[in-house]
């Protein structure tokens, strides 16, 4: 295995030395390994004693580079990761040059990443009862640093004896697949790439390792870190709920989109609409997971998308490969009893004309246009909007797909402004059982949101839910009534004969 063994250091001159010799031979000699040191711009020898020890240890692969500017404990981290996948390493190891944490049980550190048990090895000084204090850490970091890590647990849902840790082994490829350069340059670095790895669902294990603190500095301000850890752990919970996004939590690939069933949705309330042996039209089907619930219908089911036909997920009667912005609906796919727009209108390009062209394709027939989207009066996007925040996501209200907002004001004036009959509306609660599961929580939360839909849904409703109905536009009319008009003359001329 390629291992880095990185050491971060500021002002360790009397310490960097020491650590160099501590690193067992057998890691030296197991491993295709190479040391790197980066000191940050320290304030005082650390450059030049680390040179000096590499000049003296020519039988140690040891590189030893300066950071012209001081870039901070995790801006510092951000070069040493980028060194270990720039130049194909398996693992990297961190270490701090003030020797606080022990080279001694590197192999531990290092042996689950070689066995492909984890992605990240964390050292903990908590897991020996007692270890962290008999080794000198004072009362009151001891103290914080379990607080700390128990509120972090309960916000992160995990169950991880210590948070604060700096001796950590990462797996390279684990590394390149989360967007590290995204976090803080300072202490708060650590935290925000636990958190990453949890988001990702990367394996992580603890080790025990002893617990030293002899004279080095201290460079963190408790109060402060503890503070910003809290928020970040807190936003990192939002962000997996879809209610709050930040780039550096964003480890996942696109959002799959999932039906949401079991509870009161957009999905549940179109599908319970439609009466059994209907004609169904979904205009943005996707995969076709609401027609192929419709199918248990026994509906007559037709799609229209841009997603290749072998990507559907079911069999449809008739499927029509169209771009929705270049309003060429086709002419036949609307023969239909119903017509379904389920989270699709804010997506288009100019959906008033979308909504024309629609009531055109149409023709005489006037079917139930089932429309669902996103309320942006919903009272989170306000409070958000009161705080100075328009926080866009990969979903939600503020997808980054959705193009046009509406509230039930301007959706209704949309319709009727285009030509349609508004038949029905309501208001959907947001998808608690989605964002947190479903269990008695999610439930309650969702009971609580239909409660105050009823008191009001412009405030309180997550979604907008509207039945329309097309009216036929003057050119079909007109044409409707040359040709009966036509039909009563050859009927006159019948009966008089």
């Known amino acids: ?29 197991t491993y295709d390994y190479e040391i790197l040191i980066i000191d940050d711009s320290s304030k005082d020898k650390t450059f030049d004693v680390a040179k000096n020890f590499q000049s003296t240890h020519s039988d140690i692969n040891l590189k030893v580079l300066y950071n012209p500017i001081n870039q901070g404990y995790g801006g510092n981290q951000k070069l040493g990761y980028h060194y270990a996948i720039k130049n194909g390493f398996d693992a990297v ?20 990443i070689e066995k492909g048990e984890a992605e ?5 000084r908590m897991i020996i009862k007692g270890g962290a204090l008999k080794g000198g850490m004072p009362l009151y970091k001891f103290v914080g640093n379990k607080v700390l890590t128990t509120i972090q647990n309960k916000i992160l849902k995990t169950n991880l004896t210590e948070f604060h840790s700096g001796y950590r082994a990462f797996s390279v490829k684990a590394l390149a697949d989360i967007p590290f350069e995204r976090n803080t340059n300072g202490f708060d670095f650590d935290t925000l790439i636990i958190i990453q790895f949890i988001l990702k669902q990367f394996n992580i294990k603890e080790i025990p390792i002893p617990t030293h603190y002899g004279d080095e500095i201290c460079h963190v301000n408790g109060f402060e870190y503890a503070w910003q ?41 179109a599908i319970n609409h439609i009466k059994p042996e209907s004609k169904v039209l979904d205009i943005g089907c996707g995969n076709g997971s609401v027609l192929k619930a419709l199918q248990e219908k026994s509906c007559k089911i037709s799609g229209i998308d841009l997603l290749p036909e072998e990507q559907l997920i079911t069999t449809l009667d008739k499927y029509h490969l169209c771009n929705l912005d270049e309003l060429n609906l086709p002419k036949d796919a609307f023969e239909v009893d119903y017509i379904l727009f389920l989270d699709v209108l804010e997506k288009l390009k100019e959906p008033e004309k979308f909504m024309d062209h629609l009531r055109e394709r149409c023709q005489l027939n006037q079917p139930s246009v089932i429309i669902t989207t996103p309320n942006i009066g919903f009272f989170i996007s306000r409070l958000q909007l009161l705080l100075g925040n328009f926080n866009y996501n990969k979903r939600g209200i503020l997808d980054f797909t959705h193009r046009r907002l509406f509230t039930f004001n301007s959706l209704k004036k949309l319709c009727k402004q285009s030509g349609y009959i508004i038949k029905k509306s309501k208001g959907i609660p947001a998808p608690f059982p989605k964002a947190i599961k479903n269990n008695f929580f999610s439930r309650l939360l969702l009971g609580i949101n239909k409660l105050l839909i009823n008191i009001s849904k412009r405030l309180f409703a997550y979604q ?23 039909k009563r003359k050859v009927e006159k001329v019948a009966e008089t004969s």
């Open 120 to 124: 990240l090895v964390m050292g903990s």
């Open 93 to 112: 190891v961190l270490l701090h040059g003030d020797g606080q944490y022990a080279p001694e049980i590197m192999q531990d550190m290092v042996s689950p």
């Open 229 to 269: 850890v809290s928020i970040f752990s807190l936003k990192s919970r939002l962000h997996k709920m879809g209610i709050f996004y930040q780039r550096s939590f964003d480890v996942h690939n696109e959002p799959k989109y999932d039906l949401k069933m079991g509870y009161t949705s957009s999905h549940t309330l």
């Open 464 to 486: 907008i839910y509207i039945e329309v109905s097309p009216t036929p536009v003057v050119t079909h009319l007109m044409e409707h009534s040359i040709d009966k008009s036509a």
């Open 1 to 29: 295995m390629k291992l880095l063994i990185f050491i971060v250091a500021y002002n360790a001159e009397k310490h960097i030395s020491k650590v160099l010799q501590r690193i067992p031979k057998t890691i030296l000699d």
